[in-house]
RNA sequence: GCGCGUGUGGUGAAAUUGGUAGACACGCUAGACUUAGGAUCUAGUGCCGUGAGGCAUGGGGGUUCAAGUCCCUCCACGCGCACCA
């Protein structure tokens, strides 16, 4: 039965299939242990990318694996398919975001199925559909009910380009994380989730995520940024020192206070204006500040800029020791941090000492590395721990006695207290666009918000808008705007949400994906959840998997269900490349993946992705590494499918089940630990064999059950033809048998002084006596013996035995 | 600046626990078959050396009978955070 391979001739029915057989369901109650997969789903631009590819067959392969295993394996996929895309296309080209978007999920279904990729399409879900938004409002009154909802104005980052608001997550090197537009400041009302209220709880959580690596929960642990200090009061007076105010500053350094010289407060404090009326020259203030605040973050957070401010014309009071210092207004003292208001060292911290160098202001030095009391003029912040010196009853302490014993003192004297400081801020949710999810807010007519109750959502989108680019379309459709609850006429909130909100929490709606009275049942979610095994790409490190982390904590304090965290293990595979560069239009490098598909069918694609690096590194795109897959294939293709044209001679029939029952064990541990690149090396050599020494049917079905989850068309299609019954992908898994591939013999390497000096072959298990002799009595050995004095042996059962000869 | 990671043939890589470095592939070389070859098959292929042998996992040092693997140090590249008080 000599034949050709060509994927293209029967790819396409084999998708048909195992739509038609519904080969991937599966089922919420099942004998079999439950397993779930899952990919991070797409934005759904229209067309597959090689990102997606990758990352799709990495957790197809890992599917198909388990299920052939006996699991009962949940792998879903839907659509991202809120954001700016969609909108930007309505403006651009007038085309309904709605129809643009279902077009592209329709498309992007059709690409995906043509990979081979075995998802359960009955619980696919697009976040754009009002069954599953309604969900998210749904979500969003849940966590108002709880507190976990609030309205604030506030210093938010505006991206000039995307004509939105953005979360501090989402501004990356000081730009907005889709456009790559510097970002503004502006001060508007907006709604915040309190996922600072789980700060503690996200940090301390990563320890029990023990599969994931390590690098996330770094990335994580500094996003949210603990740190451990005390706040101090100083009470800030005039030239006559009589008392204005009282400002509080957070410090990790305590034991540094008697150093502090000046105190610096940030422009956008709100006492800043009620200490203007104070200034002598308040106008040159008022100018320094408009400069400030008009220079963009990029340039305001370079770290290198020498830094500027000004005295505000008043002091403040060092609670320890009444020195009077100055109030400083200075560019670097950041509002969101802390309190915005710093006492300055300058000779133990490096920011200080580089402002108070460059504006005359005393430096103090109160820590020294040794003991000594001399005290040079210093030329840099000495910003390590040492031992106090100049700090009245502290002098002599070490740092972090004393930022114990001075934080007491100050408790003491009703000056200070103990602060666990977060970097991680509330995060923003709302989004002045129409392409997203309505937040379910109302305003009455004297502006207070009020939430719309549950049995009236969804609020759905209106039809009636018009994309013209100029500000939100939602803020001009009657339909949406005008709303009468309870005989009350209000306003709609135009906010949309931040489409990480529908992120946050698919994976939940999958276990339960067409619950029509609330988002999903608790007890489906105790059979499925955790996901046993995501996989999606690095960049979402502290942005979705972050939100996706605080949802669950938030859904099971608001009784949801009963996890305390979504993803068990996780993998962040790595980029595609094109000439060592990520592939991206800008670049002109793209490779489309159907491409690939149409010239050398799907099986090819996914064998050149799974082969060519291992799953967590870069993989460099090549013509000659797709053509090797190919031909690979082609040549497993020919020996399975014509088999009985190579058959084994009887003589060799022990060694060709040895090596098949040996490849058995060895794929199986590659599959489990994401090894795909080892897996595949360790079937062509089993191919090599097969066609050095022949066949027979037996190993040629084992053969393609284990290429099946990594190449699921033509081992189907072999399967098949060679009636064998059903799909190859709901066969069990082959399962090595150990007697078979025992070894007689083995080959010990025998060293002199830790170098190779020749290979024995000696029967398994040989004791160190046996070993010894047939090393003594192999001449090159007894040359080396001979040659000095036997000092030590070393020997390591059935690996090698180490003469030490000096 | 701080933190983390990576570095192995001409190339992608393997070596799961300190124990034969370079499996498997790509490429290249030679040959076979062929009207033809960008198909297929066979053989060879880390480097130096005619050879015996020597040298090799970014550089240098250390621990060990034995180091790609552990420790120190330096270099290069990548990633994250970046005035976080």
Known sequence: MSMEYK???????LVNQWDTELLYACDDNSEKDPYYVLEMFPYPSGHLHMGHVRNYVIGDALARFKRMQGFNVLYPMGFDSFGLPAENAAIKHGINPKEWTQKNVEHMIIQLKRLGLGYDWSRTLSTFNDDYYRWNQWLFLTF?????????????????????????????????????????KKEIDQWYLKITDYAQ?????????????????????NWIGKSVGTEIDFELVDDSGNHLETVTVFTTRPDTLYGATYVSIACEHPLVSTLLKQASDPDEIKSFIAKTMASNQVDRSDATKPKTGKWLGVYAVNPVNQDKIPLYIADYVLMDYGTGVVMAVPAHDS????????????????????????VEPITAAFTGQGRLIDSQQFTGLHSEKAKDAITDYLISLSKGRRKEQFRLRDWLISRQRYWGTPIPMMYDDENNPVPVSKEQLPVRLPEDVQ???????????????????????????????????????????YCDATNTIKPFDAEKISYWMNVDQYI??????????????????????????????????????????????????????????????????????????????????????????????????????????????????P????????????????????????????????????????????????????????????????????????????????????????SVIQDDEITVVCQINGKVRDKLLIAINSDQATVESVAKSSEKIQLYLDSGTLRKTIFVPNKLINFVVT
């Open 536 to 649: 999606g790409g690095i960049e979402h490190a502290v942005l979705h998997l972050l939100y996706a982390r605080f949802f669950v904590k938030a859904c099971r304090d608001c009784g949801l269900l009963t996890i305390n965290e979504p993803f068990k293990r996780l993998l962040c595979q790595g980029m595609v490349l094109k000439d060592g560069a990520k592939m991206s239009k800008s670049l002109g490098n793209t490779v489309d993946p159907s491409a690939i598909i149409n010239q050398y069918g799907a099986d090819t694609a996914r064998i050149f992705i799974l082969f060519g690096a291992p799953v967590e590194r870069d993989l460099e795109y090549t013509e000659t590494g797709v053509e090797g897959a190919f031909r690979f294939l082609k040549r497993l293709f020919s020996m399975t499918i014509d088999y009985g044209s190579y058959s084994v001679h």
């Open 467 to 509: 994309f013209d680019g100029k500000g939100n379309p939602l803020a001009y459709s009657e339909t949406f705007m005008n709303v009468t609850e309870n005989g009350k006429n209000y306003r709609r909130e135009t906010d949309t949400m931040d489409t990480f909100f529908d992120s946050s929490w698919y994976f939940l709606r």
């Open 144 to 184: 108002y009910e709880k507190g976990l909802v609030y309205r604030k104005k506030g210093w938010v980052n505006w991206d000039p380009v995307d004509q939105t608001v953005l979360a501090n997550e989402q501004v990356i090197d000081g730009k907005g994380w889709r456009s790559g537009a510097v970002v503004e």
């Open 7 to 13: 994927p293209l001739s029967f790819e396409e029915s």
């Open 651 to 738: 003589d060799k029939v022990a060694e060709l089940n040895k090596v098949c029952h040996k490849t058995i064990k060895a794929v199986t541990d590659d599959l489990a630990r994401f090894s795909f690149n080892t897996a595949i090396s360790r079937i062509m050599e089993l191919l090599n064999t097969m066609y050095s020494i022949g066949t027979t049917k037996e190993v040629v079905l084992i053969c393609l059950k284990l290429l099946a989850p990594l190449a699921p068309f033509m081992t189907d299609y072999v399967w098949q033809r060679l009636d064998q019954n059903g799909s190859i992908h709901a066969q069990a898994w082959p399962v090595c048998d150990e």
């Open 351 to 374: 920011r200080d000492y580089d402002f108070a160098t460059a504006h005359n202001l005393p430096i103090r030095v109160v820590i020294t590395q040794d003991n000594s009391q001399d």
């Open 201 to 221: 709880e996200l940090l301390d959580d990563l320890d029990s995520l023990t599969d994931w690596p390590d690098r996330v929960k770094l990335m994580q642990k």
